[in-house]
């Protein structure tokens, strides 16, 4: 190997580890510090050596947890809704942690409770939804990709289930981490960044929002 000419190691992440869509060697140029190499000497081979089978392990090791903990990689979502003064429905949406983009509330299922249990949870953790008029069954459920600190990516799905609010309150567990909002349906539309979500919410039919007390 030619002294002079330098490795890219962006090469090297492309042929090596196999690393081809440019958002995850992005990532991994910034783990690796986007540094570049003379020549991969004994030492050097070996630091990559282990590099790469840390960025396997890794992979791995979430494959096993969704596996084990997770198998079908199911969320549980709660669609919040009221009508207005004047007869019209508004849907309240929260903001994701992290990226701040407009979502409904969302998570994983829980151990002992149903799945409108969770949503309605979810709901209270997320939004601050104090008390709701519910049922058991889900309007449907969207997909999502959900990508992993290791840079895997799963397609999620989640099942919506509607819940009526008749209470909201300002103090709630993630109140500081999120903010939240009342839309109109266009406007929801406009704001939700998932494809199959805004499907789902587009096509709920009157009898699937209820708006009286239910027995």
């Avoid at 429905?89 to 509330?105: A, C, D, G, M, N």
């Avoid at 999502?144 to 799905?157: D, F, N, Q």
């Avoid at 903010?179 to 499907?199: F, H, M, N, Q, T």
Wanted: net charge positive; hydrophobic share 45%.
């Amino acid at each position: 190997m030619d002294a002079g000419h330098p490795i890219d190691l962006h090469l090297v992440l492309f042929f090596v580890i196999g690393i081809t869509n440019s958002d995850k060697l992005n990532f991994h140029l910034n783990s690796f510090g986007q540094i570049k190499v003379r020549r991969l000497n004994g030492v050097q081979e070996h630091t990559f050596a282990r590099a790469r089978m840390k960025y396997f392990a890794i992979k791995l090791f979430e494959l096993f947890r969704l596996t084990l903990f997770r198998p079908h990689q199911v969320q549980i979502a709660a669609l919040c809704y009221r009508k207005t003064a004047r007869g019209e429905v508004e849907f309240l949406l929260v903001t994701s942690r992290k990226t701040k983009r407009w979502i409904i509330p969302k998570g994983w299922v829980m151990k002992n409770k149903s799945g409108v249990q969770a949503a309605i949870q979810e709901a209270w953790e997320e939004a601050g939804v104090a008390d709701v008029i519910a049922t058991k069954d889900s309007i449907g459920f969207y997909l999502y990709p959900k990508i992993l600190k290791s840079g895997v990516t799963y397609k999620i799905r989640t099942s919506v289930y509607p819940l009526l609010v008749k209470k909201i309150e300002a103090k709630y567990p993630e109140a500081q981490q999120r903010e939240r909002k009342w839309c109109s349906l266009g406007e929801a539309v406009e704001l939700i960044g998932e494809p199959d979500l805004v499907r789902l919410i587009q096509n709920i039919s009157e009898e699937e929002l209820f708006f009286d007390t239910i027995s």
